[in-house]
């Protein structure tokens, strides 16, 4: 019988990376918006000061089997601070293979990036969810999650290019 492990990435799982953050898109149908490459996550990640942490769910073979352990989930996070309760996590992505769902892989990257969190002295795990994704929402709420668009009303809003360039005179 195959045995999931939850590990930090590796710069050589770039690839494996790419192909879920594109597979994820392609769920959120959203995958005209990718525009990274391996080249970019393998510098961002893991350069002497990287923008990201990544971990990688992989299952292991059962002994005997010939192939090598095979990449089927990740949870992409980095630090943030909140200048009212200091150190945060937050999760950009966790994305499980279709054929690997339900089988508890999704919240055992939360769990493990719950006790970086920890380890780390965070306060807070923030990540978002779309509002049409009722079962992940179901999952971080079941995990104890609070969503804070019901609770306080916050809403997130982002600059990107032209707003950007625009605000900084560029």
Known sequence: MASLRIREAKEG?????????????EYEKLSD?????????????FGENPFYHC????????PGELQGPCVV?????YFVYSTWTGRCIYLEDIYVTPEHRGQGI????????AEVALDKGCSQFRLAVL???????????ALGAQDLTEAEGWHSFRF????MREMAGR
């Open 55 to 62: 971990l990688v769910a992989e299952i292991l073979p059962a």
């Open 106 to 113: 999704g919240s055992e990257i939360i769990k493990k990036v």
């Open 33 to 45: 918006q990718v525009t990274i490459s391996e080249e970019a996550l393998r510098a961002d990640g």
């Open 160 to 163: 990107e290019g032209k707003a």
């Open 73 to 77: 989930g990740y949870g992409l996070y």
């Open 13 to 25: 799982d770039c690839a494996d990376i790419l192909r879920l953050v594109r597979e994820l898109a």
């Open 131 to 141: 509002d049409w994704n009722k079962k992940a929402m179901d999952l971080y709420k």
